[in-house]
């Protein structure tokens, strides 16, 4: 069975700061990783991951893949409240044709 | 781009009743959607993948009869909670793959209806 694993939990920092989020998973037929961006109803949509080693940027907004150590981490640079959020990884299985998600990393952006 | 509208967004009803929420496509054909379930503080549950046309694919655990899904076009999904009690109370979110996207990132990518919250008293 497919498994997303996030950390840390929760995560409380201060305007102005870097924060890094992870993502392990176990997969049996890999296609993408994806992060999303769950604010107060529906996720949307900020990365997806398909190769090692490329980084993808949008913003302040970062995210890279290592499909040998399997796991992914997305950087989220000059934090601001806004960016409070809870961040979502999830794998896409080909065969399976659907979509798993990890529990969810809470950022809490203070002013 | 494309976009996913769920309805009712909350929705409070008594013991024992049943409760429809509607999933649609707006400006895209969905031949597949997905309905999850979100407790607080957790993550998207995969309840059951929606097929236009035919039966849908519950997740174990996921009661059929109990959760009924009807996809009868390629652009509207239901979901009808049917004798609902308090345990059901949840954020129900359906979600659609994007055939084609703009971005090039192809078919991977979920879009999100905006959820129900449902109450069940």
């Known amino acids: 069975e497919d498994k997303v694993v996030q950390s840390p939990l929760s995560l409380v920092v201060h305007e102005g700061d870097t924060v890094t989020l992870n993502c392990s998973y176990e997969?049996?037929?890999?296609?993408?990783l994806l992060w999303y961006k769950q604010e107060k109803k529906a996720p949307t949509f900020l990365f997806m991951l398909?190769?090692?080693?490329i980084e993808k940027k949008s913003g302040r907004l970062s995210s890279i893949l290592d499909k040998k150590e399997l796991f992914s981490i997305l950087n989220i640079t000059a934090t601001q409240t806004g960016d409070s959020a809870v961040y979502l990884c999830?794998?896409?299985?080909?065969?399976?044709?659907?979509?798993?998600f990890g529990d969810g990393t809470t950022l809490t952006v203070k002013p | 781009g494309a976009v996913v509208s769920q309805h009712p967004s909350w929705v409070i009803c008594k013991s024992g009743t049943s409760v429809k929420i509607e999933c649609r496509s707006l400006?895209?054909?969905?031949?597949?959607m997905f309905w999850y379930r979100q407790f607080p503080k957790q993550s998207l549950m995969l309840m059951a993948t929606?097929?236009?046309?035919?039966?849908?694919?519950?997740e174990q655990g996921v009661e059929k009869d109990k959760f009924l899904i009807n996809h009868a076009s390629l652009t509207l999904s239901t979901l009808t909670v049917t004798s609902a009690h308090p345990e059901d109370s949840s954020f129900y979110i359906c979600?659609?793959?994007?055939?084609?996207?703009?971005?090039?990132?192809?078919?991977?990518?979920?879009?999100f209806g905006a959820g129900s919250r449902l109450t069940v008293l």
């Open positions: 979600s659609a793959r994007v055939l084609r996207d703009s971005r090039g990132s192809g078919a991977n990518v979920l879009t």
């Open positions: 997969v049996t037929n890999f296609r993408s």
């Open positions: 398909t190769s090692s080693g």
């Open positions: 999830a794998l896409y299985n080909t065969n399976a044709g659907k979509s798993t």
């Open positions: 400006d895209f054909q969905a031949t597949t």
């Open positions: 929606s097929n236009e046309g035919s039966k849908a694919t519950y």
